[in-house]
Nanobody, 126 residues
Framework: VQLQASGGGRVQAGGSLSLSCAVSGGRGTSRIGTVGWFRQAPGKEREPVASIPWRGGIGSYVDSVKVRFTISRDNAKNTMYLRMNSLEPEDTAVYYC??????????????????WGQGTQVTVSS
């Protein structure tokens, strides 16, 4: 399973950005249970942002992004998304998409993700 993230960039506080993550791997994608977004700011550990079952179900979010961020996926396109509204400077980080073969209850932790995409930088200026 391979993941390819895109869509990062620079935005002013209060602005919006959308991230995409293309998931490939042929029949391997049928083994995916959960997909999610993580982020890592300089000097900090990688943290979960949001996750969602790959088929069916609703998203789970960390408290700091609830209401502002929305995770979604399009199984027909094998793509997951993260829509980020009302961005804050504290959201500045490298964002990673990831997948797990397990169907997670609640938000996925980094230790449960088996497949990772490359990061994409999100910078929010004040």
């Amino acid at each position: 399973v391979q993941l390819q993230a895109s869509g990062g960039g620079r935005v002013q506080a209060g602005g919006s950005l959308s991230l995409s993550c293309a998931v490939s791997g042929g029949r391997g994608t049928s083994r995916i249970g959960t997909v999610g977004w993580f982020r890592q700011a300089p000097g900090k550990e990688r943290e979960p942002v949001a996750s969602i079952p790959w088929r069916g179900g609703i998203g789970s979010y960390v408290d700091s992004v609830k209401v502002r961020f929305t995770i979604s996926r399009d199984n027909a396109k094998n793509t997951m998304y993260l829509r980020m509204n009302s961005l804050e400077p504290e959201d500045t980080a490298v964002y990673y998409c990831a997948a797990s073969p397990r169907r997670q209850v609640g938000i996925m932790s980094p230790s449960h993700a088996d497949y990772w995409g490359q990061g994409t930088q999100v910078t929010v200026s004040s």
